[in-house]
């Protein structure tokens, strides 16, 4: 009993550390990428990327890519740098003066996953302390989403990288471990447009998933959901650990 007590408390206070963080929703189209969303503490910072002539290029398009907008310099140096700003003798630094605040870098792989992850953990190689918790407690937690590798192979890569789980696959105790969170569509779960109040029924069944996400000990969050302030409270008051937003800035004032 008392083992158990403890365990429920260890899960519990893990997932309170998470709850009602901001996932800022393509945030490299914002006019301050990463910046506006370490500001406002984003717990969760979304980056589509193409793999292109052995690049990573962040776009919401393929028609939109860029050369110059690649995943090294738009998230990766500048995450060193802001580490290498905020580092001293005693530690491998951080991304704020807030020495509690760190976040995960979704990476949306586009198209190919598996070479996508090839070119990262090349990428990454540079500034590892930075993006290993295996090395530095505070390091941002990369997540791969979109087009990730078969769920099979997720074992074989590296600790620092996990995966963006989702609740109709089947992971068994090894692969669980390599799973950051659970996302799902919202529309899957309910059609409210988000004016007035959440249907008690729609609630219910949002409550029974986040439950049941919640007893794996992974935190969990939902595409596609209305965006507006009145949405953001709902959610956070259900347990929806990250609310997904365009808008971080005002969600920021919202739930915190």
Request: charged share 30%.
């Amino acid at each position: 009993m008392i083992r158990f007590a403890l365990t429920c408390l260890t899960i519990c206070s893990s997932l309170q550390s998470i709850a009602q963080q901001i996932h800022a929703h393509n945030d490299y189209e914002k006019s301050e990428p990463l910046t506006n969303a370490v500001r406002h503490r984003a717990g969760s910072i979304e980056a589509d990327v193409y793999v292109v002539d052995g690049k990573l290029l962040v776009a919401h398009e393929k028609s939109q890519i860029k050369p110059g907008r690649t995943l090294d310099s738009l998230y990766l140096k500048p995450i060193a740098d802001l580490f290498a700003r905020h580092k001293n003798r005693y530690s491998s630094g951080s991304v704020s003066d807030d020495r509690k605040y760190t976040f995960q870098l979704m990476i949306d792989m586009k198209d190919n996953g598996v070479e996508g992850i090839k070119l990262l953990e090349k990428a990454v190689a540079p500034y590892r302390t930075c993006f290993d918790r295996s090395m530095n407690p505070m390091a941002i937690q990369l997540v791969i989403s979109g087009n990730r590798p078969p769920i099979a192979d997720w074992i074989d890569y590296p600790a620092y990288i996990l995966f963006d789980g989702r609740p109709s696959e089947l992971y068994d105790d090894e692969t669980i471990k390599h799973v950051a969170l659970f996302s799902d569509s919202f529309r899957n779960y309910s059609r409210w447009n988000g004016e007035g109040e959440m249907p008690e029924k729609d609630r219910e069944t949002l409550k029974r998933f986040i439950k049941r996400a919640h007893s794996q000990e992974k935190p969990i969050r939902f595409w596609a959901a209305p965006d507006n302030a009145n949405t953001w409270k709902q959610l956070d008051k259900i347990g929806v650990d990250f609310i997904n937003t365009d808008s971080v800035e005002e969600c920021a004032k919202v739930i915190k």
